[in-house]
Protein backbone atom coordinates (compact mmCIF):
# COMPACT_ATOMS: atom_id res chain seq x y z
CA UNK A 1 0.00 0.00 0.00
CA UNK A 2 1.30 3.40 -0.81
CA UNK A 3 2.45 5.79 2.21
CA UNK A 4 0.86 9.29 1.72
CA UNK A 5 4.17 11.55 1.69
CA UNK A 6 3.98 14.03 4.86
CA UNK A 7 4.80 17.38 4.35
CA UNK A 8 6.13 20.96 5.93
CA UNK A 9 4.77 24.18 5.05
CA UNK A 10 7.50 26.91 5.26
CA UNK A 11 7.04 30.46 4.11
CA UNK A 12 7.50 33.40 4.85
CA UNK A 13 6.06 36.63 3.20
CA UNK A 14 7.50 40.43 2.65
CA UNK A 15 5.39 43.48 4.38
CA UNK A 16 5.94 46.63 3.95
CA UNK A 17 7.27 48.95 6.30
CA UNK A 18 7.94 52.77 6.49
CA UNK A 19 11.96 51.92 7.03
CA UNK A 20 12.76 50.65 3.69
CA UNK A 21 16.27 49.66 4.82
CA UNK A 22 14.92 47.56 7.07
CA UNK A 23 13.24 44.43 5.31
CA UNK A 24 10.38 43.02 7.64
CA UNK A 25 8.81 39.14 7.29
CA UNK A 26 6.35 37.07 8.31
CA UNK A 27 7.01 33.50 10.23
CA UNK A 28 5.35 31.23 12.53
CA UNK A 29 6.16 31.21 16.06
CA UNK A 30 6.60 28.54 18.24
CA UNK A 31 6.77 24.74 17.22
CA UNK A 32 6.10 22.91 13.78
CA UNK A 33 3.52 20.67 15.29
CA UNK A 34 1.18 23.10 16.86
CA UNK A 35 -1.12 25.57 14.91
CA UNK A 36 0.69 28.85 15.84
CA UNK A 37 0.49 32.49 15.77
CA UNK A 38 2.12 34.90 13.42
CA UNK A 39 5.18 37.43 14.22
CA UNK A 40 6.63 39.94 12.44
CA UNK A 41 10.28 40.38 12.87
CA UNK A 42 12.95 42.43 11.58
CA UNK A 43 15.36 40.74 9.05
CA UNK A 44 18.85 43.14 9.08
CA UNK A 45 20.86 40.54 7.37
CA UNK A 46 19.20 40.47 3.77
CA UNK A 47 20.66 42.27 1.39
CA UNK A 48 18.48 45.08 -0.64
CA UNK A 49 18.15 45.29 -4.63
CA UNK A 50 18.89 48.23 -5.72
CA UNK A 51 17.36 49.65 -8.60
CA UNK A 52 19.84 50.53 -11.82
CA UNK A 53 20.45 53.85 -12.17
CA UNK A 54 18.39 54.83 -15.04
CA UNK A 55 16.57 57.56 -16.48
CA UNK A 56 13.07 57.58 -18.09
CA UNK A 57 11.64 59.90 -20.33
CA UNK A 58 7.79 59.52 -19.88
CA UNK A 59 5.08 59.61 -22.46
CA UNK A 60 4.40 62.85 -22.20
CA UNK A 61 7.62 64.21 -22.31
CA UNK A 62 8.42 66.43 -25.32
CA UNK A 63 12.62 66.98 -25.31
CA UNK A 64 14.27 69.18 -28.27
CA UNK A 65 18.23 69.60 -27.74
CA UNK A 66 21.32 67.50 -27.10
CA UNK A 67 20.44 64.98 -24.89
CA UNK A 68 23.33 63.32 -23.02
CA UNK A 69 23.58 61.21 -19.77
CA UNK A 70 25.63 58.93 -17.56
CA UNK A 71 22.92 57.20 -16.96
CA UNK A 72 20.85 54.21 -18.90
CA UNK A 73 17.93 55.64 -20.95
CA UNK A 74 13.96 54.76 -21.59
CA UNK A 75 12.68 57.03 -23.90
CA UNK A 76 8.44 56.44 -23.68
CA UNK A 77 8.02 60.34 -24.77
CA UNK A 78 8.87 62.52 -27.38
CA UNK A 79 13.25 63.32 -28.31
CA UNK A 80 14.18 65.81 -31.15
CA UNK A 81 17.92 66.75 -32.18
CA UNK A 82 20.81 64.48 -30.81
CA UNK A 83 21.46 61.86 -28.31
CA UNK A 84 24.92 60.78 -27.56
CA UNK A 85 25.41 58.79 -24.82
CA UNK A 86 28.50 57.03 -25.89
CA UNK A 87 28.99 54.67 -22.49
CA UNK A 88 25.39 53.47 -21.44
CA UNK A 89 22.50 51.84 -22.74
CA UNK A 90 19.51 53.62 -24.21
CA UNK A 91 16.23 52.14 -24.79
CA UNK A 92 13.13 53.67 -27.09
CA UNK A 93 9.92 52.50 -25.64
CA UNK A 94 7.05 51.31 -27.27
CA UNK A 95 5.23 54.76 -26.58
CA UNK A 96 9.20 56.51 -27.16
CA UNK A 97 9.32 58.67 -30.92
CA UNK A 98 12.44 59.73 -31.55
CA UNK A 99 13.67 62.03 -34.33
CA UNK A 100 17.34 62.29 -33.45
CA UNK A 101 21.14 61.02 -34.12
CA UNK A 102 21.52 58.65 -31.56
CA UNK A 103 25.01 57.38 -30.22
CA UNK A 104 24.87 55.07 -27.37
CA UNK A 105 27.05 51.90 -26.17
CA UNK A 106 23.86 49.75 -27.21
CA UNK A 107 20.68 50.81 -28.49
CA UNK A 108 16.79 49.03 -28.41
CA UNK A 109 14.40 50.31 -30.51
CA UNK A 110 10.76 49.67 -29.65
CA UNK A 111 9.25 52.54 -30.72
CA UNK A 112 10.07 54.75 -33.59
CA UNK A 113 13.45 56.38 -34.47
CA UNK A 114 13.63 58.73 -37.34
CA UNK A 115 17.21 59.45 -37.77
CA UNK A 116 20.89 57.87 -38.13
CA UNK A 117 21.41 54.99 -34.84
CA UNK A 118 25.55 54.25 -33.89
CA UNK A 119 25.87 51.62 -31.36
CA UNK A 120 29.11 51.06 -30.48
CA UNK A 121 28.45 47.25 -28.88
CA UNK A 122 24.79 46.35 -30.73
CA UNK A 123 21.85 47.48 -31.91
CA UNK A 124 18.52 45.87 -31.15
CA UNK A 125 15.31 46.81 -33.11
CA UNK A 126 12.44 44.32 -31.31
CA UNK A 127 9.27 43.06 -33.07
CA UNK A 128 6.52 46.15 -34.19
CA UNK A 129 9.44 49.08 -33.97
CA UNK A 130 9.89 51.44 -36.91
CA UNK A 131 13.50 52.93 -38.49
CA UNK A 132 13.72 55.34 -40.78
CA UNK A 133 17.56 55.93 -41.20
CA UNK A 134 21.05 54.58 -41.24
CA UNK A 135 22.55 52.15 -39.04
CA UNK A 136 26.02 51.57 -37.82
CA UNK A 137 27.32 48.84 -35.64
CA UNK A 138 29.06 45.75 -35.43
CA UNK A 139 25.86 43.69 -34.29
CA UNK A 140 22.75 43.74 -34.80
CA UNK A 141 19.78 41.85 -33.55
CA UNK A 142 16.32 42.35 -35.72
CA UNK A 143 13.40 40.75 -34.15
CA UNK A 144 10.42 39.62 -36.97
CA UNK A 145 8.02 42.16 -37.22
CA UNK A 146 10.63 44.95 -36.90
CA UNK A 147 10.38 47.81 -39.76
CA UNK A 148 13.31 49.34 -41.15
CA UNK A 149 14.12 51.75 -44.07
CA UNK A 150 17.89 53.06 -44.41
CA UNK A 151 21.46 51.57 -45.04
CA UNK A 152 23.26 49.10 -42.29
CA UNK A 153 27.03 49.35 -41.76
CA UNK A 154 28.50 46.99 -39.84
CA UNK A 155 32.15 46.47 -38.28
CA UNK A 156 34.15 48.03 -36.26
CA UNK A 157 33.37 51.05 -34.80
CA UNK A 158 32.29 53.70 -37.26
CA UNK A 159 33.04 57.24 -37.58
CA UNK A 160 31.07 59.69 -35.63
CA UNK A 161 31.96 62.43 -37.67
CA UNK A 162 30.44 61.16 -40.79
CA UNK A 163 27.26 60.73 -39.11
CA UNK A 164 27.02 64.01 -37.62
CA UNK A 165 26.04 66.10 -40.89
CA UNK A 166 23.26 68.24 -40.31
CA UNK A 167 21.26 66.35 -43.06
CA UNK A 168 21.66 62.70 -41.56
CA UNK A 169 18.82 63.79 -39.19
Not at 145 to 161: E, I
Amino acid sequence: MLKKPEYRETASASVPLEDENNPTFVKPIGSDNEKSPVAISKNKDIPRVQPQNISVFGSTLVFRGELSADEEILIQGKVEGTIAHHKKNLTVGKQGRVNALIHASSVTIEGRVDGDIHGDVFVRLTEGSEVNGNIFCPRIMMDDGARFNGTMYMGPRTSLSVAMHPTAV
